[in-house]
């Protein structure tokens, strides 16, 4: 029982430890994205719009931001599948967006980009 205990702890531990080394990652590969848009705690619309809370966001809805037709009328809503398949090729799965980013191709950098972004409340804070 001792053996099982045991080894349930050291899983959490290095479960733990893969996910701080993956925020860390993510945040790196946010470095890519914070050119055009902003997030975290006084974040403002750029190029792109405040990324805050994008996950079960409707595309398309962040005030003071002007996007394109394509992006306002996608009627997609951001959940996990969705971002990870836009973020591979934005203009495939949004065609006419103004978004000009060629896309991520790493599967572990959009995991990671993902977890990082899925940080961020409305107000930009850390959960």
Request: some cysteine; glycine content about 10%.
């Amino acid at each position: 029982m001792r053996r099982v205990a045991f080894a349930a702890a050291l899983i959490t531990t290095v479960a733990a430890v893969a996910a701080a080394e993956d925020l860390e990652n993510g945040k790196a590969v946010w470095s890519k994205c914070r050119a055009c848009h902003d997030i975290g705690e006084g974040a403002k619309n750029k190029i792109g719009p405040v990324l805050n809370a994008l996950i079960g966001r409707k595309a398309g809805t962040v005030e003071g931001f002007t996007y394109s037709e394509g992006n306002k009328n996608s009627g997609l809503v951001w959940d996990d599948a969705t971002f990870r398949e836009y973020i591979k090729n934005p203009k495939a799965k949004i065609p006419n967006t103004k978004m000009v980013f060629v896309g991520l191709s790493d599967e572990q950098d959009i995991d990671d980009l993902l977890a990082y972004l899925k940080q961020f409340g409305p107000d930009g804070k850390k959960k």
